[in-house]
């Protein structure tokens, strides 16, 4: 049986779910540096994205939305066993691996990056996805 879960900081997609449990595995949607949600917000449109030209603030961004969505679904980032980047400049490597360290610690999840020349948003340089597996506690 698979279990889907939104946090509700998170948008609300009408077409995907931003976690997705099955079994002890969760997987997470690519996350980019969107705001948080707020109760006023219309919960149809995209939320902006936060950090606008500076890759550090968005890069921490994807992460907490990475978190948020792990622990809705009763994951952690320690349970994180695969980690996929996707950034628009090559030199955003740096920050990305700078800000991992500040999520995650070793041992470290196994990791691709791919350098793409857009996202969904131009203003977005990052977007993060993850699969976790929940280790008994």
């Not at 939104?6 to 931003?18: E, F, I, Q």
Request: neutral net charge; contains cysteine; proline residues 9%.
């Amino acid at each position: 049986m698979h279990e889907y879960f939104n946090a509700p900081t998170l948008y609300k997609s009408s077409v995907y779910t931003h976690a997705v449990k099955a079994g002890n595995m969760v997987f997470v949607s690519g996350q980019c540096s969107n705001a948080p949600r707020g109760p006023e917000d219309d919960p149809n449109a995209l939320p902006p994205i936060i950090g606008k030209g500076d890759p550090y603030v968005q890069a921490r961004r994807c992460h907490q939305n990475i978190k948020d969505a792990l622990e809705t679904a009763g994951a952690t980032m320690r349970d994180v066993v695969k980690i996929n980047t996707y950034s628009t400049h090559p030199d955003y490597r740096k920050i990305l691996i700078e800000v991992r360290k500040e999520f995650f610690d070793p041992p470290y999840p196994a990791s691709t990056g791919v350098v793409v020349s857009s996202l969904y948003d131009p203003a977005a340089l990052f977007e993060v996805e993850v699969v976790a597996i929940i280790q008994p506690r």
